[in-house]
T-cell receptor
Framework: DARVTQTPRHKVTEMGQEVTMRCQPILGHNTVFWYRQTMMQGLELLAYFRNRAPLDDSGMPKDRFSAEMPDATLATLKIQPSEPRDSAVYFC????????????FGAGTRLSVL | SQKIEQNSEALNIQEGKTATLTCNYTNYSPAYLQWYRQDPGRGPVFLLLIRENEKEKRKERLKVTFDTTLKQSLFHITASQPADSATYLCALDLLKTSYDKVIFGPGTSLSVIP
């Protein structure tokens, strides 16, 4: 059963610490998306990769957030330094450009920054 | 300004009735419109996609309509069941010159009462 895997599922950290979230997209998918979900803002697109190349990271605070795809099986989202306002659920999704951008989401990483 | 709006309040309906959820948008020209379901603690799951030149799409008890003149999509669940209780998100697929960008609405919470 193909699925997007995200780790960790939960992360509690203190303000100022570095946070790294990982995502394993579905094998064969060529697009990867990072989203942040909060009650106030809903689901916000942070970054979008196609064939491992970043195409859009306009939704990401550049000074503290970074997203990479070291290889086709791993995408990472880093926050350094973290702040309490970064507390949210972070979702990774993958898809195929030939499949109308239908996205398959992971279970998310729930981040709490104290 | 660009905006996507869904039913502002949670929807409560009786089991067996038809649930109708609304997605309205302004200042977008989507090529496709998608609907996703999200259960608590999980990522969104794709349900249906409708193209800009399609008026209606059906899948089992689900029906989606898309009116590009009104800039509105309606999502219907017929013969609703308590298991249909979830948050439903609409998403606009915006074709750009180099890539697609998917923008999600805020979601509508649906509760089906036995």
């Amino acid at each position: 059963d193909a699925r997007v895997t995200q780790t960790p599922r939960h992360k509690v950290t203190e303000m100022g610490q570095e946070v790294t979230m990982r995502c394993q997209p579905i094998l064969g998918h060529n697009t990867v998306f990072w989203y942040r979900q909060t009650m106030m803002q809903g689901l916000e697109l942070l970054a979008y990769f196609r064939n491992r190349a970043p195409l859009d990271d306009s939704g990401m605070p550049k000074d503290r957030f970074s997203a990479e795809m070291p290889d086709a099986t791993l995408a990472t989202l880093k926050i350094q330094p973290s702040e309490p306002r970064d507390s949210a659920v972070y979702f990774c999704a993958s898809g195929l450009t030939s499949a109308k951008n239908i996205q398959y989401f992971g279970a998310g990483t729930r981040l709490s920054v104290l | 300004s660009q905006k996507i709006e869904q039913n502002s309040e949670a929807l409560n309906i009786q089991e067996g009735k038809t649930a109708t959820l609304t997605c309205n948008y302004t200042n977008y020209s989507p090529a496709y419109l998608q609907w996703y379901r999200q259960d608590p603690g999980r990522g969104p799951v794709f349900l249906l996609l409708i193209r800009e030149n399609e008026k209606e799409k059906r899948k089992e008890r689900l029906k989606v309509t898309f009116d590009t003149t009104l800039k509105q999509s309606l999502f219907h669940i017929t013969a609703s069941q308590p298991a249909d209780s979830a948050t439903y998100l609409c998403a606009l697929d915006l074709l750009k010159t180099s890539y697609d960008k998917v923008i999600f609405g805020p979601g509508t919470s649906l509760s089906v009462i036995p």
